[in-house]
């Protein structure tokens, strides 16, 4: 008999909450990305009614029922305060501060269901790739390092069984705080969201640290439009994606530098996991907001600063590619790791 069971996933944000699903085999059940409001400010139940309509009609949508629900997984942003309980998220209200989300989400959709619905929570960044690591190996074991700058930094590592290091409090891999090697890089130490004042990674490498990168920049370039412009330092800043794309100097240097800083840590991180596979995803590697010659500079460039921290062995057999799930890896990594785990048990 075949079998239909499917397995939910779940991908909280801050502002929107998306669903996913895998079949029984591993393959998703749609690539459409499905998402709403996730309605935090109406608080906890407000959360909970919502998810669980949006699953139900996610069930109506593609012809499948609560019976059909072999199990559930629930990516949410760190930190955690003990798996399953949310500590102070930066995106979401303080008030849900201790919140047993898992718990009370595991039961809302075991009611739902008139059975027990086992749900498996993690953090969204390690889901993603999960997600991601089972396109690059296929039906291989692989081990899989997948960093993905966006906002912020997300990095993962997918272990040959195809689960995530999460860590023992959920935050392992939690690798864009790391400190960058300002040494090579040539930077002053920059200023971090998450209060570390070691100067991390994440701020070289992504949007969040944007606004310190351009003004060290624009130091260098005092005769560029920027320099001048009046535009808030938010414009600038995102201004400058387009402005690479159509050759312009300072745009360029600034994200081949990090590109550069991107590669270097990826070395760091080889040395400690030794991947497989290295995967680059984010925002700057979205077919929709980025050229093709953009990502290609940019991943040349990645890979020409990882490659010489390398052992000579990593060289030859680590192979490099860019994310294809985007911005539904979370949801459907969150129904595999849910798949996976319903395996084993
Ligand atoms: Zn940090």
Redesign the pocket.
């Known amino acids: 008999m075949a079998d239909t069971r499917i397995f939910i996933g779940t991908d909280c944000g801050g502002t929107t909450t998306k669903v996913g699903a895998v079949k029984a085999d591993g393959t998703p059940v749609s690539l459409k990305l499905s998402q709403r409001p996730t309605d935090a400010s109406g608080g906890r139940k407000a959360v909970l009614d919502a998810w669980v309509r949006a699953v139900e009609d996610y069930l109506t949508e593609y012809g499948y029922a609560w019976e059909n629900v072999g199990g559930a997984g629930l990516a949410i942003p760190g930190p955690f305060s003990a798996p399953g309980v949310l500590g102070v998220a930066a995106n979401l209200p303080k008030e849900f501060a201790g919140w047993d989300i898992g718990s009370d989400y595991a039961a809302r959709l075991s009611a739902a269901a008139g059975k027990p619905v086992k749900l498996t929570v993690g953090n969204d960044g390690n889901y993603g790739g999960v997600a991601e690591a089972r396109l690059v190996r296929g039906t291989g074991t692989g081990t899989v390092l997948m960093l993905a700058p966006g906002s912020g930094l997300g990095v993962a590592y997918v272990d040959d069984r195809g689960l995530p290091l999460d860590g023992a409090s959920l935050v392992g891999m939690e690798a864009?705080?790391m400190p960058a090697p300002l040494q090579l890089l040539g930077m002053p130490v920059f200023s971090?969201?998450?209060?570390?004042t070691w100067g991390?990674i994440?701020?070289y490498t992504t949007i969040s640290g944007l606004p310190q990168l351009l003004a060290v920049m624009l130091e260098r370039h005092p005769d560029h439009a920027l320099a001048s412009s009046t535009a808030s330092v938010k414009d600038k800043v995102l201004s400058l994606r387009g402005l690479a794309q159509k050759g312009d100097a300072l745009a360029t240097e600034i994200f081949d530098f990090q590109a550069r800083a991107l590669g270097i840590h990826a070395a760091s991180l080889c040395q400690a996991v030794d991947p497989a596979y290295i995967v680059i995803g984010g925002g700057l590697m979205d077919p929709e907001s980025t050229t093709e010659a953009f990502r290609s500079r940019y991943m040349d460039t990645v890979r020409a600063n990882a490659e010489p921290y390398f052992w000579p062995a990593q060289r030859e057999r680590i192979r490099w590619s860019q994310a294809q799930l985007g911005d539904l890896s979370q949801a459907i990594g969150a129904a595999l790791v849910a798949l996976y785990n319903a395996a084993v048990s």
Do not use: K, V, Y
């Open positions: 864009g705080h971090c969201g998450c209060g570390r991390c994440e701020a």
